[in-house]
């Protein structure tokens, strides 16, 4: 698809410097003029000194009165954007949910929500939480906060969290609708610390393999990882499927961590290298209690730094297979730096190598970030997610210490490819997407039948309830009664599809939660179904 040639665009950071460059210039000329023949000069020796005679400056001279606390939020994030594509500014009101993900826990009431229909739905109760001891019931309605309605406001999702989080200890009081009852009830709630899970899934796939997906590295990734691989080792885990597909990254440590567990004393996992940073190299110590697993390791498109650490580690060292698309490409190591009050940096100060020493960070121009953002859907465009073929690895090669051919500069190339799956996506299945019904179906449908999914505490009773309904002929009948209606050669095709989200989203409202989901999408997983394959081969 072609696209008309866009004008050159103003470096933004320039952007921002010009106007208060002119400013000054006008602020230069006019005391100069005001003083009556005598000269007036800034001392600017320096690029900070300057900085700061700008703020002055605006401060003690521009004609209208500036919020200048406002102007330097703002400028500070530009200034950050002229650096690489990872180096951020976060605000204070921002840094506790920039926070969350590396924590692993916040301070809140404990419930997972949704809101179709513009309605808050507590989806689930996390066990032992605040919200669970006061008696909060997965499908509980949420009208108002704190005396706030906000049902049928179209508040923003993020909104609703800020106003349900708070510092631990505080109240917060809720005003519930629930199903069944006639009158609201109106029920407060002490806020407490809420873990953050990192580990979605673990369960066993056959008699031998076993699967653990995670979707962060935490503070408490790797006991979670652990927890996950006693559990599966009970069950006769010989072999493990570890998907770390969309898994965006996190901690360093806790992919070294894990990394660890698999390989023995001595073999280099990663090192990091800066300009002003040293070499660091991070060995295995030969205590990791996963040596004896055979591996395979899911990555995709959306896969990035610590997974690409985890999955760059294992490939150089020859020590299991890497199995899916080419990973996202984020090798530069973030530092954190924090300010007296509360707001921070997240700084670019070195890269990561593997151990072959390539660097999996894709090319970026600072001139040029929209290349650099547009990239996954170039990807799309060459026809790499079909075929591994139409990769295009920028980097040279290397090899590892078995002679295998691995590639820097642009991401983790998997070992054995597999193209993402279209089957069953059709007009039809893309319309009932459009318009989220296979969600509301799900919805409405736990909504009927609350209590008896709420007593399922298995995999094979999840399945044996479904086996009660034909879901394929109900949610045909519910799309159509919605405007979306299905030929029988397109809803045949599609079908299975359907189904199987279904399901999973219904399993997703169940006690078994994320396990349950994953755990039924697996039987149209055609990256896992290879993954296990091939570890059934030996490999």
């Not at 001392?43 to 700008?54: G, M, Q, R």
């Not at 991401?411 to 997407?433: E, K, Q, R």
């Not at 799900?442 to 879901?471: G, M, P, V, W």
């Not at 006690?511 to 296990?532: F, G, H, M, V």
Request: charge should be negative; include cysteine.
């Amino acid at each position: 698809m072609n696209t008309p040639a866009q004008p050159p665009r103003r470096p933004p950071l320039l952007q921002f410097i010009l106007p208060i460059l002119f400013l000054l210039a006008g602020i230069y000329i006019g005391q100069r003029a005001s003083t009556h023949g005598h000269t007036f000069r800034l001392d600017a020796s320096n690029d900070f000194s300057k900085l700061e005679l700008v703020v002055q400056q605006i401060q003690d001279n521009y004609l209208d009165t500036v919020d200048v606390a406002e102007l330097i939020e703002g400028a500070l994030p530009v200034i950050l954007e002229e650096l690489d594509p990872h180096s951020v500014y976060i605000s204070a009101v921002d840094m506790p949910q920039a926070n969350e993900s590396i924590e692993g826990n916040f301070d809140g009431i404990g419930v997972t929500f949704n809101m179709p229909n513009d309605t808050v739905v507590v989806m689930n109760v996390i066990a032992g939480g605040p919200s669970e001891r006061v008696g909060i019931h997965p499908g509980d309605r949420i009208v108002t906060v704190d005396d706030s309605l906000i049902a049928g406001r179209q508040l923003d999702q993020n909104a609703i969290v800020r106003m349900l989080r708070g510092q631990r200890g505080t109240k917060v009081r809720l005003g519930i609708a629930r199903p069944g009852e006639d009158q609201r009830l109106a029920i407060t709630i002490v806020r407490d610390k809420i873990p953050v899970k990192s580990a979605d899934a673990a369960y066993m796939i056959n008699g031998e393999t076993g699967y653990i997906r995670l979707s962060k590295f935490s503070k408490t990734t790797h006991t979670e990882f652990l927890a996950g691989i006693d559990a599966l080792r009970s069950e006769g885990m010989t072999s493990l499927v570890l998907d770390l597909r969309g898994n965006g990254g996190g901690l360093l440590e806790q992919a070294f961590e894990i990394a660890n567990e698999f390989l023995d004393k001595g073999n280099l996992i990663v090192y990091t290298e800066g300009r002003v940073r040293p070499r660091h190299d991070y060995f295995a110590t030969g205590t990791g209690r996963c040596r004896d697993i055979r591996l395979a390791i899911l990555i995709d498109e959306s896969s990035a730094s610590a997974s690409e650490i985890l999955a760059g580690a294992i490939q150089d060292n020859d020590r299991g297979l890497i199995v899916g698309r080419r990973s996202f490409g984020k090798g530069l190591v973030q530092e954190p730096v924090f300010f007296s009050d509360n707001s921070g940096l997240r700084l670019s100060v070195a890269r990561y190598y593997t151990p072959t020493g390539r660097s999996i960070q894709k090319p970026y121009s600072r001139n040029n970030r929209q290349a650099y953002e547009n990239e996954l859907y170039d990807r799309y465009r060459h026809g790499e997610m079909s075929s591994s073929d139409s990769a295009k690895m920028s980097g040279e090669q290397f090899h590892t210490p078995q002679g295998k051919v691995v590639y820097g500069g642009g991401g983790i190339m998997p070992d054995v490819f597999v193209p993402i799956d279209t089957t069953g996506v059709n007009a039809y299945f893309l319309s009932v997407n459009r318009k989220n019904l296979v969600y509301l179906f799900a919805l409405e449908f736990t909504d009927r039948h609350r209590e008896t999914l709420n007593e399922i505490q298995s995999f094979d009773k999840l399945n044996a309830c479904f086996a009660a309904y034909r879901f394929d002929s109900l949610f045909r009948r519910y799309a159509a009664e919605r405007g979306v209606v299905a030929t029988d050669a397109a809803w045949n095709e599609c079908r299975l599809l359907i189904d199987t989200h279904l399901r999973a989203h219904i399993g997703r409202n169940t006690p078994l939660e994320d396990n349950a989901y994953y755990r039924t999408l697996a039987s149209i997983d055609n990256t896992l179904a290879k993954a296990t394959e091939e570890l059934g081969m030996g490999n």
